[in-house]
T-cell receptor, first 111, second 111 residues
Framework: DAGITQSPRYKITETGRQVTLMCHQTWSHSYMFWYRQDLGHGLRLIYY???????DKGEVPDGYVVSRSKTENFPLTLESATRSQTSVYFC??????????FGPGTRLTVT | EDKVVQSPLSLVVHEGDTVTLNCSYE??????LLWYKQEKKAPTFLFML????IEKKSGRLSSILDKKELFSILNITATQTGDSAVYLC???????????FGKGTLLTVNP
């Protein structure tokens, strides 16, 4: 399917577990982004990537790790999940000077 | 630090009313301002504004940017229940096409 997809769509995990959220886009966009959305905070940028093998921190990167070995994939890993990381996570992609397109989101609950 | 403030935070209107949503910003190196609509799922793109005074229009929705006063408005005329959503304003502050989002305006349109 064309577009941007995320998996899993829903995930429940326990405190201390490692979790990886997947993001895949078929447009060959250069830029990819990870956001978390929480009530009262809106969308906040976790990490972004300007191209394969180029990543950088956003506003709230602590506790997260990203990689981008291929242009189309941008996985986000929570190394040791905490309850404060319970959130809805959105991946997005764009080309230079154009709007960002968002994936459907992953709802993560950390118990 | 880039900052985007939206007002009001929430708004309840009746079908047929006209609404105006506000977005003000402070960014280092403005490149563009974007409006998104979010209905319990991923944000969907509405408009991208880069130049002052030029209105963007799509059906009953329109938006304009004032780069001197650092704000934008989103107008919705003849509102319908399907317009009920959170409207997000975001600004590209000129660094790697990252977006800074406001907290959004929750619009509820009652029949």
């Amino acid at each position: 399917d064309a577009g941007i997809t995320q998996s899993p769509r829903y995930k429940i995990t326990e405190t201390g577990r490692q979790v990886t959220l997947m993001c895949h886009q078929t447009w060959s966009h250069s830029y990819m982004f990870w956001y978390r959305q929480d009530l009262g905070h809106g969308l906040r940028l976790i990490y972004y990537s300007a191209a394969a093998d180029i990543t950088d921190k956003g506003e709230v990167p602590d506790g997260y790790v990203v990689s981008r070995s291929k242009t189309e994939n941008f996985p986000l890993t929570l190394e040791s999940a905490t309850r404060s990381q319970t959130s809805v996570y959105f991946c997005a992609s764009s080309e230079m000077l154009y709007e960002q397109y968002f994936g459907p989101g992953t709802r993560l609950t950390v118990t | 630090e880039d900052k985007v403030v939206q007002s009001p935070l929430s708004l309840v209107v009746h079908e047929g009313d006209t609404v105006t949503l506000n977005c003000s910003y402070e960014v280092t190196n403005f490149r563009s301002l974007l409006w998104y609509k979010q209905e319990k799922k991923a944000p969907t793109f509405l408009f991208m504004l880069t130049s002052s005074g030029i209105e963007k229009k799509s059906g009953r929705l329109s938006s304009i940017l004032d780069k001197k006063e650092l704000f934008s408005i989103l107008n919705i005329t003849a509102t319908q229940t399907g317009d009920s959503a959170v409207y997000l304003c975001a600004v590209d502050g000129g660094s790697n096409y990252k977006l800074t989002f406001g907290k959004g305006t929750l619009l509820t349109v009652n029949p």
